[in-house]
């Protein structure tokens, strides 16, 4: 057979005292033992390091790294024989029209993981490193081989194995749908045509990638891993979807039983990197036979060829060279021409192509030329592709679903609607923002085994007469487009009774029913669909339903229902999850790290698609601080549209000295949210886009305007303007001293219709009362100062009015310059309280107005000190306890619905790994709820009595 390349072998070996000895050999000669004295250990020692800090932060290639390549060159081809071997084989090969392959061995550890990839070129070019260098190739030769080499391509069709292990429990969950979705999007017309066929396993537990190997008699061709990963082994899952971590050589026995192997990719973290523990040197030295590193274990034990990664890879770079890799290996070309095709698009890459992160993947070899793994000549069997009829009625769909930082959630939800779950309900909460485009992504992850897809607004049923019979005809449309057979009601059917018999049929098959924007759905429409809800959930069977609206609706569903529902509730992004999806994504904002939660907090959020424009304009202008993008970005967002009929929290103040100060009032806020891990943004007249909200400051017009004093008609006149407007929170900003019935009378009128009331105390030093502050429904609010009622307050604690105290002033949470000059006092106290109304309702959309101000009173600090001569008790704020107990009650509403594991409760409570871990604790502490024995995972369930409050 031909020889299809031009081998160029390279032994690099370290002696005593560390010195080296270089051997080459090629078909036209060799050159053995040559000594490389004074070789600048020190420097090569720490190569590996400086690419991974140079791929970790985006750094553009810098001049270290070209000095470690001259080092690498210098080592082996210092020597003059050498070299002149190298150019005899390089001309020969260029004669032949033949690829050039280094293939270098490297004893020990230390030395075989030097990234022999940066090396340059001797002969010099615009391409600079010989990896990149036309029809040159340097890959790693492994040390040991203990199976034969495979010596003809595979016949189509290719068994290709997609691993991706992302444990809901990681510190670092990522999307790995997304990462699906852009692998087997590439390979789509490679798998129609039947040259390929991929396997995807998305919940790699041992047991299951046995069982997954075991379906095929073969085995696998190719076995590709992405996911968390080390020197020394894997990150897959337990059976329950927690971490489990799998060494090295327990991976590589099961890579035993694919016994036509030719492949493995290891795009997970580190697989190729250098040993880390100076422990493994001393004892590599001894025993040879260790490896460093998984891919050079499993190039000697299980595969011919295998791929692995020097350092961390962005997920848009893996992207790729996922995509131009297997796009080249399956149109016939070689491994090494594949794996420089992945790297030269990476070079050239508009966004990624100025990083090093080209250099990262390393070609290991068992002794095999890299050459085709396919054979294209061979014939293929077309595969006819799997039917699905979809009805999407009234879903706006986005461009830019890919930017999504909820991995942990989509996993849960992709698993009910896919029929994975023992759960046949999928209940969604959030706002229409979030909501939505969250609904759309978990239709695109679908998979082929779904069928029927059909989403429908709640709008969509708007004036229907019988949303049953519109149903049903929505449904019998799908069913007929997929068995061609016509189904009509019968003449004097009812939605209701054609249901029945379309029921029969929905739930033989394996279908998706969606049912978004529920806070939009009539009384008379809710009151038809929830039998059809109560049947769906309570009826065995493969059809799925989601259920998605800005609260939950229980009252839609069965009381039986919980143990078959699941809930997620999405709420907006806080700082934690934003900044793990950078890290993961454009690691170019991490040259400026220390800068990135300011732009946070000035408006970027959770808005993904403009930090994706910011690392844009990081990428182009690297030494411009970040900060400087965001006005620009902001001023060009489009404006969010009104996806739903109810508002936001809405907020309304009438003091003169917030004039001209609101945005500043609520920036404030915002960033006092962030500090407080609360996501969102709180939005004032004129600002537009802003997709995950906590709440809007009205622009109701102040009666204190452009005078400081105003009649009780004027405020009166004010409030009926804020509750028109749909103010959930009135601050009462302004009073007068006296006893006022008609305050009193307004105010219990507010109450009744939910309207949360904070007032000022007052700030005279007396009893006297303030009105409508102390009216008996307002909250009303006192001065702090060094923690002891302000000396200036109005107390009255015989009338317990007020009845919480806070810092008067706003100095507590790092307040803004323009608030600075405002006179310490209630008013400022009772800013802060408004300020931990809004953030506590944002928490939880569910309770109402008496619930709040509840929360604050029950978790407010009790203190008491000397008023009068005498001891008086008092209640001051403490918004952390506030926000817990908000937290706290969604994880026990959560688990009405039954026993759950760690990760539920956070998808469920839409909170953070990290806010939810002491949660737990405290309710275990108190016996609220207490662990339950599931086998792999543990989950908690509630105590006998307990329920939210």
């Known amino acids: ?89 390089r001309g020969a090969a260029a004669d032949l029209g033949r690829p050039l392959i280094v293939r270098v061995l490297g004893a020990p550890h230390e030395i075989a993981a030097l990234p022999w990839e940066l090396i340059l070129d001797p002969e010099g070019g615009s391409h600079e490193f010989l990896t990149l260098a036309p029809a040159a190739h340097v890959i790693r030769c492994a040390r040991a081989r203990t199976f034969p080499i495979p010596t003809r391509p595979i016949e189509p069709p290719l068994h290709i194995l997609l691993v991706l292990s992302s444990p809901e429990d990681n510190t670092l969950p990522f999307d790995l749908y997304e990462e699906k979705r852009s692998v087997l999007s590439e390979l789509a017309p490679l798998v129609h045509s039947g040259r390929i066929t991929v396997d995807v396993e998305e919940r790699p537990s041992m047991e299951n990638l046995r069982r997954c190997i075991s379906r095929r008699t073969r085995g696998y061709h190719v076995v590709h891993y992405l996911g968390h990963a080390s020197q020394a082994g894997l990150i897959l899952e337990t059976r329950m979807g927690t971490v489990r971590e799998i060494d090295a050589v327990q991976f590589t026995r099961l890579l035993h039983s694919c016994p036509e192997l030719r492949l493995v990719v290891y795009a997970g973290c580190l697989t190729a990197g250098p040993p880390l523990e100076d422990e493994f040197e001393s004892s590599s030295r001894d025993n040879w036979k260790l490896s460093p590193s998984i891919a050079d274990l ?20 893996q992207r790729i060279f996922a995509r131009f890799f297997y796009s080249a290996l399956a149109s016939g070309r070689g491994l090494a021409d594949a794996v ?18 080209w250099a990262v993947p390393s070609l290991f070899v068992a002794g095999a030329d890299p050459g085709p793994v396919l054979d294209i000549s061979a014939p293929a069997t077309p595969v006819s592709r799997p039917v699905r009829r979809e009805l999407k009625l009234g879903l706006e769909e986005e461009e830019e679903r890919s930017l999504f ?167 907006p992004l806080e700082w934690e999850s934003v900044f793990r999806w950078i890290r993961w994504n454009f690691p ?228 803004p310059h323009a608030f600075v000059d405002i006179r310490p006092g209630s008013y400022q106290a009772a800013l802060g309280v408004l300020a931990a109304a809004l953030l506590v309702w944002s928490v939880d959309r569910s309770l109402d107005a008496e619930q709040v101000r509840k929360i604050l009173l029950d978790t407010a600090r009790q203190s008491s000190t000397t008023r009068d001569s005498k001891r008086r008790r008092f209640r001051a704020l403490d918004l952390d306890a506030a926000l817990a107990r908000a937290r706290t009650r969604l994880l026990v509403k959560a688990l009405e619905h039954g026993p759950a594991s760690r990760r539920e409760l956070v998808a469920a409570a839409g909170l953070s790994r990290t806010v939810t871990r002491p949660l737990l604790e405290g309710l275990l502490a108190d016996r609220t709820i207490r662990v339950v024995d599931s086998g792999d995972e543990k989950k908690f369930e509630l105590s006998d009595g307990a329920a939210a409050a």
């Open 298 to 317: 499993s190039v000697r034990v299980a595969a011919p060829a295998v791929i692995g990664m020097q350092a961390v890879l962005p997920f848009p770079t």
């Open 405 to 571: 930082a909820r991995p942990s959630s989509l996993r849960q939800a992709v698993n009910v609607v896919s029929g994975r779950s023992s759960a046949r309900t999928l209940v969604i909460t959030g706002a229409p923002g979030l909501r939505t485009p969250f609904v759309a992504r978990v239709l695109d992850d679908l998979t082929d085994d779904v069928s029927l897809v059909l989403y429908v607004h709640a709008r969509e049923f708007a004036g229907a007469p019988d949303p049953v019979l519109l149903l049903c005809e929505w449904v019998t449309e799908l069913l007929t487009g997929l068995d061609g057979r016509d189904r009509q009601p019968q003449p004097g059917w009812n939605g209701a009774t054609w249901w029945k018999r379309v029921l029969e049929e929905i739930t033989a098959s394996p279908a998706v029913l969606v049912f978004d924007g529920l806070e939009d759905l009539s009384e008379i429409a809710s009151e038809d669909l929830r039998g059809v809800f109560r049947e769906l959930t309570l009826r065995s069977g493969q059809a799925r339903l989601v259920l998605a609206g800005l609260v939950d609706r229980d009252d839609l569903l069965d009381p039986r229902a919980g143990r078959y529902t699941k809930l997620i509730t999405l709420r």
């Open 1 to 89: 057979m031909a020889m299809n390349f031009e081998n160029f072998d390279v032994d690099v070996l370290a002696g005593r005292r560390n010195q080296l000895w270089v051997s080459a050999r090629s078909r036209l000669g060799a050159v053995y033992a040559v000594p490389r004295p004074g070789w600048p250990e020190e420097e090569l020692r720490e190569a590996g390091t400086t690419l991974r800090d140079a791929v970790l932060h985006a750094d553009v290639v810098p001049e270290e790294t070209r000095q470690i390549g001259k080092m690498l060159q210098e080592v082996l081809f210092g020597d003059p024989e050498v070299l002149a071997l190298f150019q005899r084989t």
């Open 588 to 815: 170019e904002l991490l040259r400026h790290e220390d800068r990135l939660l300011a732009c946070y907090k000035a408006g970027l959020q959770d808005d993904l698609t403009l930090w994706t424009r910011l690392a844009e304009k990081v990428a182009s202008q690297p030494t411009t601080d970040p900060i400087g993008h965001v006005p620009s970005l902001l001023s060009a967002r489009p404006e969010i549209p009104d996806y739903t009929s109810v508002p936001p929290l809405r907020a309304a103040l009438a003091h003169p000295d917030v004039a001209g100060k609101v945005e500043a009032f609520a920036d404030w806020i915002t960033t006092l949210a962030s500090d407080h891990k609360v996501g969102g943004r709180v939005l004032t007249p004129g600002r537009t886009g802003e997709p995950s909200p906590i709440a809007e400051l009205l622009p109701v017009e102040s009666p204190f305007t452009p005078q400081y004093t105003a009649t009780d008609g004027d405020t009166l006149g004010w409030v009926n303007r804020a509750v028109s407007e749909g103010t959930n929170v009135l601050l009462f900003d302004f009073g007068r001293p006296g006893h006022s019935e008609i305050w009193n009378r307004v105010c219990s009128r507010l109450k009744q219709d939910q309207v949360l009331l904070i007032g000022i105390g007052g700030d005279t030093g007396d009893t006297e009362p303030n009105y409508p502050g102390w009216c008996k429904d307002v909250l009303t609010v006192g001065a702090l100062a060094n923690n002891q009622p302000a000396r200036s307050a109005t107390w009255d604690p015989a009338a317990r009015k007020p009845e919480l105290f806070a810092p008067n002033d706003l100095a507590w949470a790092d307040p």
């Open 340 to 357: 420089q095709l992945a790297r030269t698009a990476i070079r050239s890459d508009e966004f990624v192509g100025s990083y090093l992160d």
